[in-house]
Nanobody, 125 residues
Framework: VQLQASGGGLVQTGGSLRLSCAAS????????IGWFRQVPGKEREGVSC????????FYAESVKGRFTISRDFAKNTVDLQMNGLKPEDTAVYYC???????????????????WGQGTLVTVSS
């Protein structure tokens, strides 16, 4: 199971970035995908997740109304559109997948078994 996160970068407050999680065909067909973020010295935080069919999504309160998660079945990716970025959104962002089918995804990191490498998002004030 392989996940590859990309799309991070440096952006000013109020700007936008689009992260993408590329998954193997197997993973995208059978697994929910979650996006998490982590800053040094803090625990990994759930940001958003989407179930296998793309019919259920969840967002952390801190990103509701600003971030949108979506699946592109043709490309086997799960994208996280981040608008209205704030300095407190600065973190390394990871995508992850559980090791079994779930009807509803979770924002709890321990629910996920497979993790991609992180992509750094820096929001300047």
């Amino acid at each position: 199971v392989q996940l590859q996160a990309s799309g991070g970068g440096l952006v000013q407050t109020g700007g936008s970035l689009r992260l993408s999680c590329a998954a193997s065909e197997f993973t995208s067909d059978l697994h929910a995908i979650g996006w998490f973020r982590q800053v040094p010295g803090k625990e990994r935080e759930g940001v958003s997740c989407i179930n296998t069919a793309g019919s259920n999504t969840f967002y952390a309160e801190s990103v509701k109304g600003r971030f949108t998660i979506s699946r592109d079945f043709a490309k086997n990716t799960v994208d996280l559109q981040m608008n209205g970025l704030k300095p407190e959104d600065t973190a390394v962002y990871y995508c992850a997948a559980p090791n079994h089918f779930v009807q509803y995804c979770s924002l709890v990191p321990t629910s996920y078994s497979y993790w991609g490498q992180g992509t750094l998002v820096t929001v300047s004030s």
